[in-house]
């Protein structure tokens, strides 16, 4: 079974603060991508990366960036949490050739 | 209008029902990925499809190309089938990048 894990199910954050998301996949996947969901906008696309030390902008990158140093390790950093990146982030991964998607269990995030 | 739509947007049923949720894109796609997500929970991917029709259990999906629509049924639901449901288009030109539907929130009541 594909596992995507990620660093924290919760975390409360300070505005200004930086904060670190981590996620791991266990299965040598190429691509990883990070989301934000929220109520009535869904799921959005921030960065993803189709390989080591590469990566490409989603849909919503302002305020993101990401780390890709290892194949099964992808980050992303809020350099300076604001109170509107209080979101659910979601971290995916998926094969190359093979683009079935496998979803991290969440990482609720709350800037106060 | 959205590249990918859902519909209905929000579903109740009686457990034993059947329950179909229909996705329509309006995008050239490369395959459809059918998602579940429970209240509080991470993202479980159901199927993926690019042509005909996959069931696994008491789900069944189907896609139609050339009509550019794919359906998700629930044969005899249940209460744990309860979760938000989500179509995806797949964008094999963009590196699998997905494309979202606003998902189905389906209640089953016992």
């Known amino acids: 079974d594909v596992k995507v894990t990620q660093s924290s199910r919760y975390l409360v954050k300070r505005t200004g603060e930086k904060v670190f998301l981590e996620c791991v996949q266990d299965?040598?996947?190429?691509?990883m991508f990070w989301y934000r969901q929220d109520p009535g906008l869904g799921l959005r696309l921030i960065y993803f990366?189709?390989?080591?030390?590469?990566?490409e902008k989603g849909d919503i990158p302002e305020g993101y960036s990401v780390s890709r140093e290892k194949k099964e390790r992808f980050s992303l950093i809020l350099e300076s949490a604001s109170t509107n990146q209080t979101s659910m982030y979601l971290c995916?991964?998926?094969?190359?050739?093979?683009?079935?998607?496998?979803f991290g269990p969440g990482t609720r995030l709350t800037v106060t | 209008k959205n590249e990918v739509e859902q519909s209905p947007q929000n579903l109740t049923a009686q457990e034993g029902e059947f329950i179909t949720i229909n996705c329509s894109y309006s995008?050239?796609?490369?395959?459809l990925h059918w998602l579940q997500q429970h209240p509080g929970g991470g993202i479980v991917s159901l199927f993926m499809?690019?042509?005909g029709k996959k069931k696994h259990g008491r789900l069944i999906a189907t896609i139609n190309i050339q009509e550019k629509h794919s359906s998700l049924h629930i044969t005899a639901s249940h209460p744990r089938d309860s979760a938000v449901y989500i179509c995806?288009?797949?964008?094999?030109?963009?590196?699998?990048?997905?494309?979202f539907g606003q998902g189905t929130e389906l209640s089953v009541k016992p």
């Open positions: 995806a288009a797949v964008n094999y030109n963009q590196g699998g990048k997905l494309i």
């Open positions: 499809l690019s042509s």
């Open positions: 299965m040598d996947h190429e691509n």
């Open positions: 990366s189709y390989d080591v030390k590469m990566k």
């Open positions: 995008v050239g796609i490369s395959a």
């Open positions: 995916a991964s998926s094969g190359q050739g093979f683009y079935e998607q496998y």
